[in-house]
């Protein structure tokens, strides 16, 4: 993932902002790989992307009681695909992969939404998973 975020700070120079935030208990937390690249890679292409000006993108991943808590927050709005992403076979690939993913692996127990703050003009992506540590 970082090596994502260096490559697109030289691409997008400074109309990318990028701030995370990560507090966790343990170093030894599972998330199911690539699902944080490809939050962030979605947050890129159509939200950074797609703002003359470019904006901030923010990453934040906490635990809380026992759910892990992923968010990434982009400047811009949500495409009616989107809201649907196996309506569109162009738009939303890598949200529906993320669905699938987390489906196939805590079926019920995991979240994905996608929301429109349309007084700041952002976009947030929020996964919340079963807290697991150790192997997976």
């Not at 400074?14 to 701030?19: G, H, N």
């Not at 690249?37 to 947050?43: D, K, P, R, S, V």
């Not at 901030?56 to 989107?82: E, F, R, Y």
């Amino acid at each position: 993932m970082n090596h994502f975020i260096e490559l697109a700070k030289i691409q997008y120079e400074e109309r990318l902002d990028f701030s995370s935030k990560i507090q966790l208990d343990s170093d030894d937390i599972k998330i199911p790989p690539m699902v944080i690249q490809i939050m962030i890679e979605n947050a890129v292409k159509h939200g950074i992307s797609t703002v003359e000006g470019g904006g901030k993108l923010t990453l934040s991943v906490i635990q809380q009681d026992c759910m892990l808590i992923i968010k990434v927050s982009n400047p811009g709005k949500i495409l009616s695909a989107h809201m649907d992403p196996e309506a569109s076979a162009n738009i939303g690939v890598g949200l529906v992969n993320i669905r699938r993913r987390l489906d196939l692996l805590y079926g019920d127990m995991a979240q994905f939404e996608l929301i429109e703050q349309p007084q700041e003009c952002r976009v947030e992506a929020s996964i919340k998973l079963p807290l697991t540590i150790g192997e997976r």
